[in-house]
């Protein structure tokens, strides 16, 4: 079931998913699937400001981080591992030992997934996984024709995918990876809950066709009508591709009357 809330603008959105993290957080020791990315980085500040207000209980948290590119340095700044320690793991105390990422610099790239894959498992799980999606459609860097099944994995970002993430290497294009690491569509759907997050008129494609198409790998965010719990906030220009009448049975459509309030 997807239940797909649109909420007026992004800072509305920003607030919902903490919510939505902070209730799981809450509850005790927990794993968490971080993404990376300007939607989930409003969610971390909201995070990072509860937590200086009222501490909660990060500590006993684990993180398995989403993706990682291949090829950047240890400690690049653009390196996913440094990005999420940056953006939220540093800032709420979660032990750097218990933030995992896909190892990129392993010999044996293949080997390496499914090490991932089964370190996951031996955590017992992702119970709540956070997720961006691409104006292609991409969750992850699961670019369209990756399999609804697969594991993690090496992945060959499109030019479309490198263009976009550009703005995070000062606008140079040639200076984004041509690869990554990344979950498969498969280990994100072993998660307990997905959240996905998505602003911005650029990511109204991708929601419309969330919310009308079946799961298809041409575009991979569709693979989410194969979960049994999706929660999706999305404001009103990621929205605006949304017709209502082309709406699947398995998709909740829900307009707020009230806006959520930083807690």
């Known amino acids: 079931m997807i239940e797909l809330h649109v909420l007026p603008d992004p800072e509305s959105v920003g607030l919902a998913a903490a919510d939505a993290i902070d209730e799981v957080v809450r509850g005790g020791p927990c794993v968490l699937g971080l993404a990376t990315g300007s939607s989930p980085d409003r969610v971390y500040d909201e995070l990072a400001r509860r937590h200086l207000a009222q501490p909660r209980p990060w500590a006993s948290s684990r993180v398995f981080i989403l993706d990682e590119y291949v090829g950047l340095p240890a400690g690049h700044p653009e390196r996913y ?5 940056r953006a939220i793991t540093d800032r709420v105390g979660i032990p750097s030992e218990r933030v995992h990422a896909p190892d990129v610099d392993a010999d044996d790239l293949v080997v390496a997934g499914a090490r991932y894959d089964a370190d996951i498992a031996a955590a017992g799980g992702v119970d709540l996984q956070l997720l ?13 024709g990756a399999p609804l099944d697969g594991g993690t994995h ?38 307990r809950r997905a959240l996905l997050v998505a602003t911005g008129e650029a990511k109204a494609e991708a929601v419309a066709a969330l919310a009308s198409r079946d799961a298809t790998s041409a575009v991979p965010v569709t693979a989410l009508h194969r979960h049994d719990s999706v929660l999706v906030l999305v404001d009103e ?19 707020p009357t009230r806006v959520p309030a930083g807690r």
């Open 237 to 255: 220009a990621a929205a605006s591709g949304l017709d209502a009448s082309a709406v699947l049975p398995d998709v909740r459509l829900v307009r």
């Open 81 to 85: 591992a440094t990005v999420i320690r």
């Open 132 to 144: 961006g999606v691409g104006a292609n459609g991409h969750i992850a860097f699961n670019e369209p």
């Open 154 to 191: 090496l992945a060959q970002l499109t030019a479309r995918t490198r263009q976009d993430n550009a703005r995070f290497f000062d606008g140079d294009v040639q200076a984004v990876p041509r690869t990554a690491m990344t979950q498969g569509i498969g280990t994100i759907l072993r998660s």
